[in-house]
T-cell receptor, first 114, second 116 residues
Framework: SAVISQKPSRDICQRGTSLTIQCQVDSQVTMMFWYRQQPGQSLTLIATANQGSEATYESGFVIDKFPISRPNLTFSTLTVSNMSPEDSSIYLCSVEEMEGQPQHFGDGTRLSIL | AQKITQTQPGMFVQEKEAVTLDCTYD???????LFWYKQPSSGEMIFLIYQGSYDQQNATEGRYSLNFQKARKSANLVISASQLGDSAMYFCAMREGGDSNYQLIWGAGTKLIIKP
């Protein structure tokens, strides 16, 4: 399966600032996704990162708060904007190498906002 | 109603014993897939095993096997000969419909602790 590198692995940020998380895959993949996992919770899909076009956001998530880029088939970024303590979560990128295949995840970014 | 139910919030198991983690699901779609993931305390999400609704045999991957009981809508994960490194959160997830549907529905997870 693809090797997925996610950076940073963790960060502590001040409220009101923004952080960009990077997800790099070692092969071209069709689908890339961004998830949020709030403390003690399961995963929630934020959006599907579409190559060359705007991301597809799930209900409750908006582009102004979580802008996403995907310039090619191996790379995507998620920005968490104007952070507040409620944004403290683990953010994970995942990929689906081929349609119908299991999603594989990066190591996650553990984000704490003070 | 919950689509994926994991009834065990936490489990303690003695090292080297077998472990069964429960997962029941609810769907009216005849085509679906079931997944198990492991999340250690470090946070990464590791894919373990997959079972398709039309698969005739239970899936196995090394020490992991899936006890798939379609009529009961259950897909329990069995870990044989547990090890200390198996201590983690375990999530069951389901994808409904055909392969073009990427949406995963997640259970709440089970925290497994292996005792030495």
């Amino acid at each position: 399966s693809a090797v997925i590198s996610q950076k940073p692995s963790r960060d502590i940020c001040q409220r009101g600032t923004s952080l960009t998380i990077q997800c790099q895959v070692d092969s071209q993949v069709t689908m890339m996704f961004w998830y949020r996992q709030q403390p003690g919770q399961s995963l929630t899909l934020i959006a599907t990162a579409n190559q060359g076009s705007e991301a597809t956001y799930e209900s409750g998530f908006v582009i102004d708060k979580f802008p996403i880029s995907r310039p090619n088939l191996t790379f995507s970024t998620l920005t968490v904007s104007n952070m507040s303590p409620e944004d403290s979560s683990i953010y994970l990128c995942s990929v689906e190498e081929m349609e119908g295949q299991p999603q594989h995840f990066g190591d996650g970014t553990r984000l704490s906002i003070l | 109603a919950q689509k994926i139910t994991q009834t065990q919030p936490g489990m303690f198991v003695q090292e080297k014993e077998a472990v069964t983690l429960d997962c029941t699901y609810d769907t009216s779609d005849p085509s679906y897939g079931l997944f198990w993931y492991k999340q250690p305390s470090s946070g990464e999400m590791i894919f373990l095993i997959y079972q398709g609704s039309y698969d005739q045999q239970n899936a196995t991957e090394g020490r992991y096997s899936l006890n798939f009981q379609k009529a009961r809508k259950s897909a329990n994960l069995v870990i044989s000969a547990s090890q200390l490194g198996d201590s983690a959160m375990y999530f069951c997830a389901m994808r409904e419909g055909g392969d073009s549907n990427y949406q995963l529905i997640w259970g709440a997870g089970t925290k497994l602790i292996i005792k030495p």
